[in-house]
């Protein structure tokens, strides 16, 4: 059975920074590229950054500068630590892993800034 356990969300301030963690179970963690997304009501859910089996990384222009993704393979766990936070990240974050055709899904966890 695959599980995506996100941990790590909050209230914060504006200006203020959290570290989410994704611990995984049932994959082969090492072969699955991993990613963070977010959503708010009524809107799509977004990609937010991503982290290659190779740890290749890339984020979405809105975070470049404040987020870090970042994977402990030997932990079968990706993090990401997010810096300077805007009200506008406020969302819940979800962990997705994928390897080949095959993508799972944490639960997810809330994020909230205030301004």
Same mark, same amino acid.
């Given at each position: 059975q695959v599980r995506l356990v996100e941990s790590g969300g909050g209230l914060v301030q504006a200006g203020g920074s959290l570290r989410l963690s994704c611990a995984a179970s049932g994959i082969i963690f090492g %072969?699955? @590229?991993?990613?963070?997304? $977010?959503? !708010?009501? *009524?809107?799509? $859910?977004? %990609? !937010? @950054? @991503?982290?290659?089996?190779? *740890?290749?990384?890339?984020?979405a222009d809105s975070v470049k500068g404040r987020f870090t993704i970042s994977r402990d393979n030997a932990k079968d766990t990706v993090y990401l630590q997010m810096n300077s936070l805007k009200p506008e990240d406020t969302a819940v974050y979800y962990c997705k892993s994928n390897f080949r055709a095959y993508d799972y899904? *944490?639960? *997810?966890?809330?994020v909230t800034v205030s301004s």
């Open positions: %072969l699955n @590229a991993m990613a963070w997304y $977010r959503q !708010v009501p *009524g809107k799509q $859910r977004e %990609l !937010v @950054a @991503a982290i290659s089996s190779a *740890g290749a990384t890339n984020y899904w *944490g639960q *997810g966890t809330q």
